[in-house]
């Protein structure tokens, strides 16, 4: 079944460190990526998304590029803030297995702390 | 425009109680969603509605019900309340177009 796998947190890094968070994903069809973000004591925000191979989503500094041929959708950021401090969340959707449905399969989270 | 409203936003509960958490949406969402969220684990659908009128066990269903009101409401309700429902529930919406899910902000319950 589709299922999505990302690192084991926690990440903690220094303002201004370079960020990756690795995700790898199993499915059946041809999957929508996401990345989504939690602040302390807040819901999920879509972060980015990309919805076809080679597609690059980006938003706030943030990047993730979706690579069929390695099953991966890792997010990165050149520079962190202390303000990206949150847990993140890698998800897909398969549009062939129910697209009308449009569930969503989550990773489980890395909580990141970035350090001034 | 408030997106996905849910409420309420903290919650305590002894165990046996029942209660109803209320999931509103002003996006036009055909499609809503409750799903739990525990530490470790990610996100698990409990329950879904793909359109009015219609509801579909998730991941985690039991010992929950639900109710899709009309388009715009979806409601969770636990009738018999156990600590391990304790947890941060989120509703969720999408439209037809896409298939991005928007969430609510989420209620924290605690189960005692």
């Known amino acids: 079944g589709d299922s999505v796998t990302q690192m084991e947190g926690p990440v903690t890094l220094s303002e201004e460190a370079f960020l990756t968070i690795n995700c790898t994903y199993t499915?059946?069809?041809?999957?929508?990526l996401f990345w989504y973000v939690q602040y302390p004591g807040e819901g999920l925000q879509l972060l980015l998304k990309?919805?076809?191979?080679?597609d690059k989503g980006s938003n706030k500094g943030f990047e993730a590029t979706y690579r069929k041929e390695t099953t991966s959708f890792h997010l990165e950021k050149g520079s962190v803030q202390v303000s990206d401090s949150a847990v993140y969340f890698c998800?897909?959707?398969?549009?062939?297995?129910?697209?009308?449905?449009?569930?969503?399969?989550f990773g489980r989270g890395t909580q990141l702390t970035v350090w001034p | 425009n408030a997106g996905v409203t849910q409420t309420p936003k903290f919650q305590v509960l002894k165990t046996g109680q029942s209660m109803t958490l209320q999931c509103a949406q002003d996006?036009?969402?055909?499609?809503m969603y409750w799903y739990r969220q525990d530490p470790g684990m990610g996100l698990r659908l409990i329950y879904y509605?793909?359109?009015?009128?219609?509801?579909d066990k998730g991941e985690v269903p039991n010992g929950y019900n639900v109710s899709r009101l009309n388009k715009r409401e979806f409601s969770l309700r636990l009738e018999s309340a156990a600590p391990s429902q304790t947890s941060v529930y989120f509703c969720?919406?999408?439209?037809?177009?896409?298939?991005?899910?928007?969430f609510g902000e989420g209620s924290w319950l605690t189960v005692v």
């Open positions: 509605s793909a359109s009015e009128g219609t509801t």
């Open positions: 499915a059946t069809g041809y999957p929508s």
């Open positions: 990309a919805t076809k191979a080679d």
């Open positions: 998800a897909l959707s398969d549009p062939g297995r129910g697209s009308t449905l449009g569930r969503l399969y």
């Open positions: 969720a919406g999408k439209g037809t177009l896409g298939n991005t899910i928007y």
């Open positions: 996006m036009n969402h055909n499609s």
